[in-house]
């Protein structure tokens, strides 16, 4: 009863990479970095299990991006011809490589990485995995000519990859889709059909992942855009329901997302974000079990999962660590609170 978990990445040592970034850029190469990304990825796993995490990831520490992490081992994709579009329907631009053939994976991608976490801890293990339409979000389409086309096309490999990692022992694989909350009209479309795809065949545990972006500026000035209740969750909920996905992750701290909106999720467990990492204030236990106590006005406290708003990566180090330990406690307070 209020397991813990978190939604993804968390920062890379200094070591490692350039701190407190996305994309950063590796500073060890060859077999130092795979060495380095082990070390690090057994560091997190172990900070994770100290401070009370049940459900552990290695925090994306063997890709530099979550979605790009697993499109340099894809092929139909050109990394030199770079195409600079809008992404979440034009929140911000970037240069993203562009799809020139048709996809397909050159090998499996997150597997070693996967199989060397899994085999040191004892806790359940989650990884993730970009959804299919976040990844059309944050690639240009130069063959197929449609995102839903596209979307299908990479479902068909995010499912090679994730039967995989089930193979290994995985016990949840989350697929990451933002892009749900800047497309939500697409979402009962096409948006959920392409991760029945992406899932196809799996018996582990399935979740989507669906917040309101990493902590930067380009996300926190659209936030301040969205008025007194951000509303996006309740137009696809629904749809997500009725869906064959075990759980969904959404965004409740610090925001300004209706808590009535998880009544939409009966059927579902439910990843309730209990850590801003918008913000390096580190939560007290209390404020985190506060954030949970509100959510059980509407999600049965069996079907609630205590996790982050979103990934960490661009926090400072010392931060991340000190919101993992308020996570772990916080729950173990509501945790208390139910037992009487």
Known sequence: MITTTIAGSLPKPVWLAEPEMIW???RLQDDELLEGQQDAAL??????????IDIVSDGEQFRKHFVHGFLEEVEGIDWQQMTT????????????????AAVRRKKSVHGSGAKFCRERTNNQFKFTLPGPMTICDTIADAHYGSRPEMAMAFAELLNEEARELEALGVDVIQFDEPAFNAFMDQVPLWG????????EGL???????????YGIQ???????????EWRQYETFFPSLNESRIDQVSLECADSKVPLSVLGLLKDKEILVGA???????VETPEKVASTLRAALEFVDPERLIACTNCGM?????YVAEGKLKALGAGAEILRKELRG
């Open 24 to 26: 950063a850029p590796w």
């Open 43 to 52: 560091a997190w796993i172990k900070t994770q299990e100290d401070a009370g």
């Open 85 to 100: 579009m809008g992404i979440r329907d034009n929140r911000y631009d970037a240069d993203v490589p562009t799809v020139t």
């Open 192 to 199: 959920v059909d392409a991760l029945h795809k992406a899932i």
């Open 203 to 213: 018996t582990c545990k399935t979740a989507v992942h669906i917040c309101y972006g």
């Open 218 to 228: 380009q996300n926190i000035d659209w936030k301040e855009t969205l008025g007194d």
């Open 275 to 281: 850590i801003d990492v918008a913000s390096e204030v």
């Open 313 to 317: 990566a661009p926090l400072p180090r």
